[in-house]
Structure formats: structure tokens, C-alpha cells
């Protein structure tokens, strides 16, 4: 019978020596960047074509997302239909996404297929047209889709603390109304496709099992497309509300209220960002942290209360947001305060802090599982300029990180005169 | 090709074990053959509120979370109407750890007024969160309703009330744990960068000595055959009309379930699936629309629900997805369509089957459903299913005293479009 009151030995997952596995890379004769992992136990392939177009890059609101949108709509050859067809068929997926300044168009297939799927990715990038009924189309359940989402209070909520934190005009605050969706034409789509995929900076990321020669199929199908257009860096800067609480009635029958607390915060780059990395785990970033422990589990004002940085290349917000009973977000936003001030005011003890630590470093271990995790963080490095000294420095903070250290950055963030502070009903 | 080696201990508890050694990684999942199906009907909610329980400490361990976390490891757990998970990723070497938790929460939890408090109201607004306070919210609390006048498939996990919820007491909470939290109900999966041996000698010494406790033996009223069209219509404050269908369908172990698993795909399957190609962009009925079936264990439902463009009536709408399941009644679909649903499934199957998480998951559910080694076989059940099996389960399902039909009419209208 063991002795069920004492916990098993553990190895400190501090004590754990994380590698990023390597990657694959290299160019295409146009000057694109392939990064690649060749591996993994199923016969299945992701590959991504990150391409600066997002919406950072438009000067009509929501031009680069419907661009994104529509591209598996409808080229000179084929309609929306064939597009997507010649896709299913094989139980492939194509997706598209739109950030503020990448896009993204992804494929998920069967290793098999590969090599058929390819060359449709390449008509859809070089040859879409934007036909004005699949527009019509688009704009019409768009603007029903939002008229639902109006109605939802996290919806509105997140939309509003991004305008604050950044402005309305800046791409990270701007949102997109029925008004933007009403006017956008064929035109500016083609416009937009012309100058930032026809002439793109394009960059390619791939795992799974890959096909012997994958590298010679990428040079056939892409190696002679306009990938390596140098785009101006985009600089705007960011501009705070002057305001800084707000409480909005957006439903008289809502029963919750979406809090959101948040404050500008500086990106990757700054010396402070992956020491807060850690504080904000601490603060509201997993099960454990100060955040839930309080105003869940100990007052249960909410289902769940969670913190994070966003995660932007540029200039980013340190946000804590939850959903809590329309009667308590007053006390929730106390509460919240009330942690700020603690973290400030006390040192961590050494108990909590290594379990933020192993719990960091066993996560960090389990999401570097496999190629198609691996490829994802070489991914995120890449695109914000980092390389895999910042992620092994990331650890090393993890690892090293002091209990006044983090007193000291709380002393300089945690200031609640420094934070919006929105409730929406 | 999913490998494991499966034992059962002497109290009853069925083990398998799934070793991967390209991972640091171990998961240890705990499922339990109790879902919200098992509840009585002036007490809904509760599996799903004693699975929130669940971290509330156990007899020796005061914190669930925290021990975990300390190992480097991260959970969580879910209930759905048949069952209900708990599941765990830590760093292998740290494997133990998982065992000592998920056994003394096996053998007894705290039972502790508190906790039952806090989660309570946490539970509560959950409640809120998603069936509530949201637009739609309570549409399948409707739908279940009437779909099923028998069968605790009726009420939703969450529960059928929020009182449900609010009147749960000490003594109904001790009453479920000893009655369906034993080894004798449950299936312990570990995988990883772990062997067999040291999963036997782990799993011994940490869940051999629990009580094996009595086989709970179910005994739910199943649905008997619907014998006349079931219709509701409802009002509320939401800017769109929707509309939702739904079917009876077969138990999930019934060969028949892959048929309709197939029909769902033709059906609603992705953008160049029938009803979107139709409804959404040749005629413009719907703005979005979906199909797909609940994939419980006792026979389920197949669905279709969309929201209607505004200025489409709902009985307009209704009429077009009828003609499209008249096609399906009436021809065959060709092989290529055939083909296509097949090569989706394949695809499906092998992306699931890269997160070490999923195996894991699936082989404990399989396990539940009577038999791991289905993991292995499913594929080949997808491939056998013809053109004339699907055309023979569409009029079979897709008759009007099987359906249940629920218009949802917007009493607003969107602003400046009157």
C-alpha cells in the first residue's frame, strides 16, 4: 500500500534541458524563404505561405481580410466550386487567415496528396479574380454573421479595449462595421491582390511527412513567382484613449457583464518581455494562477478569469478578461486590483514561484511535441523577427527568474491607474 | 495502425497502455462510464457539476492542480451525455505523479462543503456564459426537448435548469461518487514515452488497492420510435431567423451510424458540401448552414441548422433543404462524391491521430464503447458503406414523423434595414 498522503517523486521540470529542433531551410530561385520539418509518424503534410498582406497593409477597412477570404473563390479557370472541390475531393483542407500584418493560406493533406495540391495552391495566387456575385455574397453573410456577434457582450468587449489600447485608425484597434462591409468592391480586391500577392513577400513554412522531393516540387510551383518584394515596414503609432473606465450596456437583458482590463505593453523585443511572460502566468495565466484562484475558485464570480499578452509583432496589450455575473463585475474588477496590489506589495514565495516555473517548462515541453508543434515556434520566431537565442533565453528566464524580480516588474506594470477598464453587459 | 496492450486489474479497472517513444511526453486519461444520461430528471447537471468537484481535493491530496503543475504538467476534463474524461500531459519522466492523483481521487474525494459552494456558482455562470447570455443560447435545450420525450438525452450536460444546479447537495454528491466513480466503471489509458511494464507495476501500486465497487448497471428508458412530426416555434430578441431539423438516428455501435456519420458530410461537410453549394450560395436562402449528428452512444440525432437571409421566410427556406433531402432520397449519389466523403474520413482519421492527447482519448473512448481494438477498425466500417446504403439510410431517416422542427423567428429587425 504506498503512502498515498506523501507525493511521488518528481524531476523539477526547471531542471529539464528543452531543445528546439532544428529546421530545414532554404530559398527559392525567387529569394523566398522555405523553412521545413520532414517527419512525423502519420502520412499526413502541412504546408503555410505567410505572405505580408495583412490588414496593416490596406487603406480601406477590411480590404486585406476579404482579399484573404475570397482567394479560393474563383479564378480565370475555375469556379469557387472546383476550387473547393479540387481540394476536398482529396480530404484536404485550405484555409486562410488574416492578421494584422500577415495573411496566411494553409494546406492540410494527406502526404499522397501533396503533390496534386499544389499547383492549385499556385492558380489560386497568381490567378484569382474576385467575381463580384461571390462578393455579394460574402458581404451579405458577413454583415449577418456580425449583426449575431453585435449582440454578444465578449464580442463587443473586444472590440472596444482594442480601440482604446490602440486607436482607432491603428490596425490593431480599427474594426470592421456594416458601413466597411458595404463598401468594398471587386476593385479594391483585385487592387490589393495585384500589389501584395502578385508581387509578395512571401514566406513558406512546412512539416509532416514530406515527399522525397519536395524541395525541387516548391521551386516548380513557386520558384518563379515575384515572392521577395521588399514592403516598408509598417509604422504607426499607437494612440491611448484619453478615457479610461467605460461601462457600456449593450444588452438590458444580459445576465453577464465581459470585463476587460488591459494596459499598452512593449513586444518581444523589449528586455522586460519574457520576464513578464512569467509574472503574467503567475498573475492570470494558467489553472492555478492568482486570478482564477481567487475569483473563481474562491468566490466563483466567474467560469474562468485569465490574463495574457497579446500576441502582436509590433507594439502589443497586456489584457485580463473574463465573463462574470452581471452583479459582481464591480467586485471582480476589486479583486483584480486587489491581486495587482499584492504582487506589488508581496514577494512570491519560493513555493508558488517554482511551481509557475515547472508548470512553464512542462508546457513549453509538451507544445514542442511533434513537427507540426516545432514548425509553429519556429514560425512565430520568424515572423516577429526573433531567432532560437530568444527562445532559449525565454527558458533561461523561465529558469532563472527571481521572486523580487518580479516584485520590481510588478511595480512597474501592475499600477491600476495605468489600465482601461471596460465593462460591457 | 494504433498499437496498445490492454489489462484489467482485480478490482475491475480496465487499463491500456499506448507506448510512443518520439515524445518526452506521457498522458494519463481517466474516463468514467457516466455522463449526463445517468442522471435522474429533477436532478440534471449533475455529472457535469461533479466533474468540477473533481478538483476540489481528494481524501489524502488537499490540491489537485497544484501537485500537477509542480510536475510540469497540465490538465483538464470534460462530460458530455455519456461520459465524462479527465485527462493529463506531463513530462514522462514525472509519470508518477499522474498516478497518485487520478487513483486518490478514485479512491474518495474530500467531500468538502466548500468547494461544492464555489463550483456551484461557477457552474452557474457557465450556465450563463454559453446558454444564456447568448444569442441562440437555448436552442438545443429546446431542441432535445423535443426531440426526445423519454430519453435523459432530453437535457443538456450543463443541465435542464439552473435550480438543478442551485439545489445540489453534500449528500447527492457523495451518492454519485461511490455509485459511479469506481474502478469498476472506469478505463485508465497512459501513453507515451512509457513501457508496458512500468504501467503494470504503477498501476498496481496505486489503483490495485481501490475497492472495486458495484458495476453500475444502466438502466435508461431508451427513445421509442417518434410516430408523428414534432414542431416548435419560438420568439426572441436575436436579428436573424433560423431554422433546425432534426432526425433520429441509430445507437453509435450500429452499422448504420457510419452511414449517417457519411450523410452529414455530404450534407454539410465543408464549402463544397450539397446544402452550402445550394442553399448558401446558388439560391441565397440561408447565410450559414450546418449539418451533422450528436455522436452519442444510444441513438442519436442528425441535424441541420441554418440562419436564414434576411428577408427569406423560414418556410421558404424549409422548403429548399426538403428538396435537397428529396435528392438524397431519390438518386444515388455517383461514386466520385462517394469517394470524396471516403478520402475526407481517411484524412480526418490520420490528422486526429498525430496528438499523442487524442490517441489516448480515443482509445479510452473506443474502450467505453466496448472494445479498444474499434480504434483499428473504424476506417474500414467508413470504406464498406455504398451508394445504396446511403440512399437506403436517407429514407429511412429523412421522413417527416421521424423529425423534429424548431423555428427560431427574430422579433427584431436589424437596424436601418426596414
Partial sequence: ?425 | MIKYEKFVLENGLRVIVHEDKSTPMAVLDVMYDVGARDEEPHRTGFAHLFEHLMFGGSINIESYDEPLQMAGGENNAYTTNDLTNYYLQIPAENIETGFWLESDRMLSLGFNENSLDVQRKVVIEEFKEHYINRPYGNVWHKLRELAYKEHPYKWMTIGKELSHVENAQLQDVKDFFFKHYTPCNAILVVAGNITVSQVKELAEKWFGDIPSGDKYVRNIPQEPVQKEPQFLEIEAEVPLDALYKCWHISTRLDKRYYVADMITEILGGGTSSRLFQSLVKEQQLFSSIQCSHLGSIDAGLLYIDGKLIKGISIEEGEKAISGELDKMKTEKISETELQKIKNKTESLLAFEDISLMNRANSLANYELLGDADLMNKELLLYHAVTADDILEECRRVFVDTNCSTLYYRSTTSMPDSE
Fill in chain 1, 1 to 425: 500500500m504506498p503512502d498515498r498522503k506523501i507525493a511521488p517523486p518528481i524531476k523539477d521540470a526547471i531542471e529539464f534541458n528543452i531543445a528546439l529542433n532544428p529546421c530545414t531551410r532554404f530559398s527559392l530561385s525567387n529569394g523566398a524563404p522555405v523553412y521545413y520539418i520532414n517527419d512525423g509518424a502519420e502520412e499526413v503534410a502541412m504546408i503555410e505561405f505567410v505572405f505580408d498582406a495583412g490588414n496593416s497593409y490596406e487603406n480601406k477597412n477590411g480590404v486585406a481580410a476579404t482579399t484573404n477570404y475570397l482567394i479560393k473563390n474563383g479564378t480565370s479557370k475555375k469556379n469557387a466550386f472546383e476550387i473547393t472541390e479540387s481540394f476536398e475531393y482529396f480530404g484536404a483542407y485550405l484555409s486562410r487567415a488574416c492578421h494584422n500584418e500577415t495573411t496566411t493560406i494553409t494546406l492540410h493533406c494527406l502526404s499522397k496528396h501533396l503533390k496534386e495540391l499544389l499547383p492549385v495552391i499556385r492558380e489560386l495566387i497568381t490567378d484569382s479574380i474576385f467575381p463580384e456575385d461571390e462578393l455579394e455574397i460574402f458581404q451579405q453573410n458577413s454583415i449577418q454573421r456580425l449583426s449575431v456577434n453585435l449582440l454578444k457582450c465578449d464580442f463587443v468587449a473586444n472590440r472596444l479595449i482594442d480601440q482604446y489600447l490602440y486607436g482607432p485608425q491603428h490596425p490593431y484597434g480599427k474594426v470592421s462595421t456594416k458601413e466597411d462591409i458595404e463598401a468594398l468592391n471587386q476593385e479594391d480586391l483585385t487592387a490589393f491582390f495585384s500589389q501584395f500577392y502578385l508581387n509578395a513577400k512571401c514566406r513558406i513554412f512546412s512539416a509532416g511527412k514530406l515527399p522525397a522531393d519536395f524541395e525541387q516540387l516548391l521551386e516548380k510551383y513557386f520558384g518563379d513567382l515575384s515572392f521577395n518584394k521588399d514592403l516598408p515596414a509598417f509604422m504607426q503609432n499607437r494612440e491611448l484613449a484619453t478615457q479610461k473606465k467605460y461601462r457600456i450596456n449593450n444588452d438590458e437583458n444580459g445576465v453577464q457583464g465581459a470585463v476587460r482590463i488591459a494596459r499598452p505593453f512593449p513586444n518581444r523585443h523589449h528586455p522586460d518581455f519574457k520576464k513578464v511572460s512569467v509574472l503574467n502566468t503567475l498573475f492570470g495565466g494558467y489553472f492555478s494562477s492568482r486570478l482564477m484562484s481567487n475569483i473563481r475558485e474562491e468566490k466563483g464570480y466567474t467560469y474562468g478569469i485569465s490574463s495574457h499578452l497579446q500576441n502582436h509583432i509590433g507594439d502589443t496589450a497586456w489584457i485580463i478578461s473574463t465573463e462574470a455575473g452581471k452583479d459582481v463585475c464591480e467586485a471582480t474588477i476589486e479583486e483584480v486590483h486587489k491581486e495587482m496590489k499584492l504582487l506589488r506589495e508581496e514577494l512570491i514565495d519560493a513555493e508558488e514561484l517554482l511551481l509557475v516555473k515547472n508548470y512553464m517548462m512542462g508546457v513549453n515541453l509538451g507544445h514542442l511535441d511533434g513537427p507540426f508543434h516545432v514548425i509553429a515556434r519556429w514560425k512565430s520566431l520568424i515572423l516577429n523577427n526573433l531567432d532560437e537565442h530568444y527562445f532559449y533565453e525565454s527558458l533561461n528566464t523561465i529558469k532563472t527568474i527571481s521572486a523580487e524580480e518580479l516584485q520590481e516588474l510588478s511595480n512597474k506594470y501592475l499600477i491600476p491607474e495605468d489600465f482601461f477598464e471596460l465593462v460591457v453587459i
